[in-house]
């Protein structure tokens, strides 16, 4: 094996380690990268011949992560992994986005890109370490790769600029960015803020371009070392016809440029570019038609791009009519969907997004369970781009990657707005469907998302608003000969050299997705951008507050209300009950949903409990809470309460006061006059209202009455009390000492009405068994003095 290792340190000690040549030694390249305990293995390869009719770059890249790399199981049913998460497919998208723009343009095999997580330490973030691994595998193999690049996180923690912060640090950060790059220039960047300056992200990005070069030039030496640096595959390449692609130049340069000064609208437009290149194939002899259909696609292509950009270049028109800072007409509306617990249409152009918020309990929230996150989302959005948006006429299936990354970045985007618990205790989903597109529905998404919080009463901090941008350069001059364009449309994104999404309040950026094509490009440029496209987005969010200005007053009618409510942390089981059985009754009988949740005490040491109640019925809101408030109350001595009848015994009833606490009312304390009978004057079901005599501090045994809350009777005197010696008076009289009170409410409650006071024992009588069932008689002991307490 010929292993090589390669170390590189960071500025505050740690190190990162490059090993080739020990793992996956078949693959066409593979390379180890590791930090701490944190291992990722990256291998790739690629097919030997090309497929027919591929005419681009067939690059898929896959990042998963192994449970066992922290020595956990995977969840489900099968216990293994399955496919890619979410989590997985954004990590995917961060490693394929910087690489794919770096092979020659006639490169058409097949290349696959693995980044497998191994091992995991808990606080070190894998993301960052992915497209390091991957390049690393790329620079082992023998394929035209144009890099080495590498990636980093980049984040701001108390003031200062850190490269790839462990997990704990993050949660001190108001800037995150993930930055790729080549040792010479900015690839891709993505992240997202706490209302930053466009300043202040460009000093990041330069920060994590000087980290990058000094990843860079370590792989250079690895490649150096492997030789892969100048022996490279023959690739096949694409067959060239010089004369024809002249003749194409030729006859459809003109046609297109006059076409995209046209300011056609976009199917229209479409329309006339390819009438063209039909008008051209039309002059060549029909034997050489099939042959050389391919290669006129590909000339003619190239030929309507150049005509676009100089167009552009030269005399500042876009595609639509437009000036390069101008934003398409803007219109919105709220309240559209009248069941939606909030709604919003945004449509810019010829793009539009219907967006909605729904509120739910924290039953609702999105459980996220990664290999070293597991937590729940209190806010989602989802974004979903139908085929009909752009006419196409194809079936609708699952949701692709694209739009996970799209749904990503107006989460991104909103995300610092959003109130949270406790000030927010719902859980928030916010959808957008794409209806029609031309140019930036993810930044469409993020207006019309905003506009939908607003129209749900969703308490956002400050509206967002979100602008794409495109750059169009010379290839040779591109720091003086370009062009900054505000809401590029679908064509100027494919045609351009750059672009960006920025997305922000009034005060500052919140978000930003950036996609770089073009070498060379100074940062001056990408100042001028940034503030250009801060323009724009002040622009745009001045159009949608013209429909709603600030989240409404109040939540729609039917929107469930919530109240929180803080318990002692001792009280949760007891809310919960046996099984779930007290809080499922407690759902069952009011209708409310009820949740429930052990949280640190914010005020010191410990736990809170934090019960949720959500109904949108006042009754059924009042009746939860009231039966939650009695559970968690503590009875207190002198105090009335409105309790009800559980049972009825001989002597007394017991009546529950509070949820699950029960005293004893006993006979002498339900009149003034003598009750004869307990069933004479209440039934199990009775609600009345008792006074709470006293708690035996001992057994916590409550002692109730109801004559207590009644005047006394004029001339009312207490009757004759038995001689103190004679302890069974006390017992059947239900009075204070300890057999009346104690032993007569166990044995009434555990026997029946059996208790120990029903008479007073004779010289002649037979003793009796006080512990036998039906009071039958037991064998007489050998004594015939009465039976002793």
């Known amino acids: 094996m010929n292993i090589i290792n390669k170390r590189i340190e960071l500025a505050d000690g740690r190190v990162i380690e490059i090993e080739t040549g020990k793992l996956a030694k078949q693959a066409a390249g593979s390379a180890v990268v590791k930090m701490g305990g944190t291992m990722l293995l990256a291998t790739v390869t690629a097919a030997t011949e090309v497929k027919e009719g591929t005419d681009f770059m067939p690059l898929t890249v896959d990042y998963k992560e192994k449970f066992y790399s922290a020595g956990r199981f995977p969840g489900g049913f099968m216990k293994r992994e399955g496919k890619s998460s979410d989590y997985e497919i954004l990590i995917s998208r961060l490693i394929d ?4 723009p770096l092979w020659p343009d006639d490169f058409h095999l097949e290349v696959f890109v693995n980044v497998t997580l191994i091992s995991a330490e808990q606080d070190i973030q894998p993301d960052a370490l992915a497209g390091l691994a991957a390049s690393c595998a790329l620079a082992t193999s023998d394929l035209p790769f144009g890099g080495p690049i590498s990636e980093v996180r980049v ?10 912060p462990s997990f704990s640090d993050m949660k001190r950060a108001d800037l995150e960015l993930m930055v790729a790059a080549t040792e010479e220039n900015i690839m891709m960047v993505e992240g997202e803020m706490n209302e930053v300056s466009e300043h202040d992200m460009l000093e990041a990005i330069k920060f994590a371009h000087q980290e990058i070069k000094k990843h860079c030039r370590v792989q250079k030496e690895l490649m150096a070392e492997l030789g892969t640096d100048v022996n490279k595959r023959d690739c096949p390449h694409d067959v060239e016809d010089e004369e024809l692609k002249k003749a194409v130049h030729d006859f459809c340069y003109d046609k297109c440029y006059a076409h995209a000064k046209s300011a056609k609208p976009k199917h229209e437009r479409e329309e006339g570019f390819e009438a063209i290149k039909e008008e051209f194939l039309a002059t060549i002899p029909e034997e050489e038609l099939e042959e050389k259909t391919p290669l006129v696609s590909r000339y003619y292509h190239a030929v309507e791009k150049e005509a676009m950009r100089n167009m552009i270049l030269d005399e500042g028109i876009r595609l639509d009519g437009r000036v390069c800072d101008q934003v398409r007409p803007i219109w919105c509306e709220v309240d559209y969907l009248p069941c939606a617990h909030g709604s919003a249409i945004f449509t810019r152009g010829e793009t539009q997004s219907l967006a909605t918020v729904t509120l739910g309990t924290k039953m609702d929230m999105k459980e996220t369970d990664e290999v070293l996150i597991q937590d729940d989302q209190q806010f989602v959005l989802h974004y979903n781009f139908p085929p009909f948006a752009t006419g196409e006429a194809k079936p609708q299936r699952g949701v692709g990657r694209r739009e996970i990354g799209h749904g990503n970045l107006a989460l991104r985007a909103l995300k610092p707005v959003v109130p949270v618990a406790p000030e927010n205790p719902y859980a928030v989903r916010v959808v957008s469907d794409i209806l029609e597109s031309n140019g930036s529905s993810s930044m469409a998404s993020v207006c019309g998302g905003c506009l939908a919080l607003m129209d749900a009463g969703v308490k956002i901090k400050k509206p967002v608003a979100g602008v794409a941008m495109g750059l169009i350069t010379d290839e040779e001059r591109p720091n003086d000969r370009y062009a900054i364009l505000t809401d590029i449309l679908g064509d100027e994104d494919h045609l351009g050299d750059m672009d960006f999404k920025v997305t922000g309040t009034a005060d500052g950026i919140t978000a930003t997705q950036m996609d770089i094509k073009v070498d060379g490009l100074s940062y001056d440029v990408l100042e001028k951008a940034l503030e250009q496209a801060r323009q724009g987005r002040l622009h745009i969010m001045g159009e949608m507050m013209k429909t709603i200005s600030e989240p409404r007053e109040d939540y729609k009618p039917f929107v469930p209300r919530i109240e929180q409510m803080v318990v002692s942390s001792e009280f949760i089981g007891a809310i919960i009950g046996k099984g779930g059985e007290t809080i499922q009754k407690i759902q069952k009988e009011t209708g409310a949903t009820i949740t429930i ?8 040491e410990g736990t809170i409990g934090v019960v949720d109640i959500a109904t949108n019925d006042a009754e059924a809101m009042a009746a939860a809470k009231a039966w939650i408030e009695g559970i968690v109350a503590v009875p207190e001595a002198g105090t009335v309460y409105h309790g009800k009848v559980v049972s009825i015994l001989e002597f007394g009833a017991f009546v529950e006061i509070l949820p699950g606490k029960e005293g004893l009312l006993h006979v002498s304390e339900i009149a003034w006059t ?6 004479d004057v209440l039934k199990v079901g009775d609600e009345v209202d008792v006074k709470l005599l006293e708690i035996d501090p001992k057994t916590g045994k409550m002692r109730l009455s109801m004559r207590a809350l009644i005047d006394k009777p004029e ?13 069974r008076g006390g017992e059947r009289h239900g009075g204070n000492d300890r057999r009346g009170g104690d032993r007569g409410e166990r044995r009434g409650g555990d026997r029946g009405g059996n208790d120990r006071g029903e008479r007073r024992p004779r010289p002649n009588d037979k003793p009796r068994n006080f512990g036998h069932r039906n009071n039958a008689e037991a064998p007489a002991p050998e004594s015939n ?3 002793m307490f």
């Open 597 to 604: 949740t052990e949280e640190p005490n914010p005020n010191g």
């Open 97 to 100: 986005r910087p690489i794919r």
């Open 715 to 727: 001339g009312y005197t207490e009757p004759r009390q038995r001689p103190s010696g004679d302890r």
């Open 155 to 164: 984040c701001r923690i108390d003031g200062q600029f850190v490269i790839n």
């Open 785 to 787: 003095e009465p039976e």
């Open 674 to 679: 003598k009750t004869d009978k307990v069933e």
